[in-house]
Every structure is written in structure tokens, then in C-alpha cells.
T-cell receptor, first 113, second 116 residues
Framework: GAGVSQSPRYKVTKRGQDVALRCDPI?????LYWYRQALGQGPEFLTY????????KSGLPNDRFSAERPEGSISTLTIQRTEQRDSAMYRC???????????FGPGTRLLVL | AQSVTQLDSQVPVFEEAPVELRCNYS??????LFWYVQYPNQGLQLLLK??????LVKGINGFEAEFNKSQTSFHLRKPSVHISDTAEYFC??????????????FGKGTLLTVNP
């Protein structure tokens, strides 16, 4: 079946612009996660949804970052007033439940100029 | 809190040679352990995982890893590598219990380059 999909795959934006990154999880997966991976680093946790409820947003770096999953399926990670330090690979993952194996999408590479 | 250390950032090897990618972790609670692989221009793919039971875990593409609780290690091995194994490999853990048992903590990754 289809895996986790993310769009866009690449995004170049100018500093100060808002960006929205989309994640479409595997069908039937109730848990969804966002991670951020800087160059030369491993992925770092941003936020976690169980169905439509955002259970943990402790990894979001500041209030410019927000995420939603209004119908318990597709999720959007929004970064307002982007800064150059926001440049990274943003990864989405989904799982059957909160303690189940996480399956990752291809990621969105964001470059802020 | 958990932390993961991958001791080698880059490992170059020749085709058909054996390889070991090292991973050590630190945690105050028991953890599940994972190896993920990222091939060029692709997403992270699960290679293998240790949840419980036998400490030797076999994964896809001929890889295996051994959990050593006393040394807090989970090294990844393959007896004979192929060019197609060239990729970045990430070790990760998440806690068995507690409020954040869904949260994966990753190492920085090891770039395996297999040369002909």
C-alpha cells in the first residue's frame, strides 16, 4: 500500500514568509509525528498527534511553529515568518498507535534565503 | 531522557568486506532500539528493531544487530556489503514506559560508503 507522503519535497522561500508543509500518513495510522533534521544531525522530535489531538508539542522550537491535524488524517506543519535557521529537512512519520513502529515519509527540504 | 551516540560519522569500506556500525545509548529506563537507513534521495526506512527476546536481531538486506544491555550498545553488522548498501544509517531509541514512550531519539547518523 501507499506509504507516508509529504509535499512539497523541496521548498525555497525568502526570510519572513510563511510556509506550510503537508503530511499524508499511511491509511489507518492514528498516530502522526513531525521531526526536524538539520544538516549533519539526526532527526529531532517536534510534535505528536493521536487522531486529531495534538498530544505533545514540546519539541516545537518557538511560537512561530504550529501543527494541526483537524480530521485525524492529513497534517500541516506551519512556520510563520521564516528565518534562515529554520532551513532543514522536515520529516513526518505515522504509526498504528503511539508505541508502534514509526514509518517515515520522504521529507520536505526547506531552504530559507 | 535518552541520548544516542553513533561513534563514527563516516565509514568507508570495500565491496564484499564486513562492516560494523556502532551505536551506544544512555537512558534511565529500558528502551526499544531501532536502526533506520536513508538511501540517497529517499526517506528513512526501518532496517530492524529490538523490542524484547533474543538479543540478536535480523533485519532486511542481510543486516543484523546485537543488543548488549551491560554495554548499552546496539551495533549494526553485515558480513559482506554491496555497493547498494551505500547510505546513511541512524540508530534510534524510545522508552518502554513513561509519558514520552512514542518519542524517538536519534543519533547523528553514520554514512556508509561502499567502494568497488
Amino acid at each position: 500500500g501507499a506509504g507516508v507522503s509529504q509535499s512539497p519535497r523541496y521548498k525555497v522561500t525568502k526570510r519572513g514568509q510563511d510556509v506550510a508543509l503537508r503530511c499524508d500518513p499511511i491509511s489507518g495510522h492514528v498516530s502522526l509525528y513531525w521531526y526536524r533534521q538539520a544538516l549533519g544531525q539526526g532527526p529531532e522530535f517536534l510534535t505528536y498527534f493521536n487522531y486529531e489531538a495534538q498530544q505533545d508539542k514540546s519539541g516545537l522550537p518557538n511560537d512561530r511553529f504550529s501543527a494541526e491535524r483537524p480530521e485525524g488524517s492529513i497534517s500541516t506543519l506551519t512556520i510563520q515568518r521564516t528565518e534562515q535557521r529554520d532551513s532543514a529537512m522536515y520529516r513526518c512519520a505515522s504509526s498504528l498507535g503511539g508505541r508502534e513502529t514509526q514509518y517515515f515519509g520522504p521529507g520536505t527540504r526547506l531552504l530559507v534565503l | 531522557a535518552q541520548s544516542v551516540t553513533q561513534l563514527d560519522s563516516q565509514v568507508p569500506v570495500f565491496e564484499e568486506a564486513p562492516v560494523e556500525l556502532r551505536c551506544n545509548y544512555s537512558s534511565s529506563v529500558s528502551v526499544y532500539l531501532f536502526w533506520y537507513v536513508q538511501y540517497p534521495n529517499q526517506g528513512l526506512q526501518l532496517l530492524l528493531k529490538y523490542l524484547s527476546g533474543s538479543t540478536l536481531v535480523k533485519g532486511i538486506n542481510g543486516f543484523e544487530a546485537e543488543f548488549n544491555k551491560s554495554q548499552t550498545s546496539f551495533h549494526l553488522r553485515k558480513p559482506s556489503v554491496h555497493i547498494s548498501d551505500t547510505a546513511e544509517y541512524f540508530c534510534a531509541v524510545n522508552p518502554l514506559r513513561g509519558g514520552s514512550n512514542y518519542k524517538l531519539t536519534f543519533g547523528k547518523g553514520t554514512l556508509l560508503t561502499v567502494n568497488p
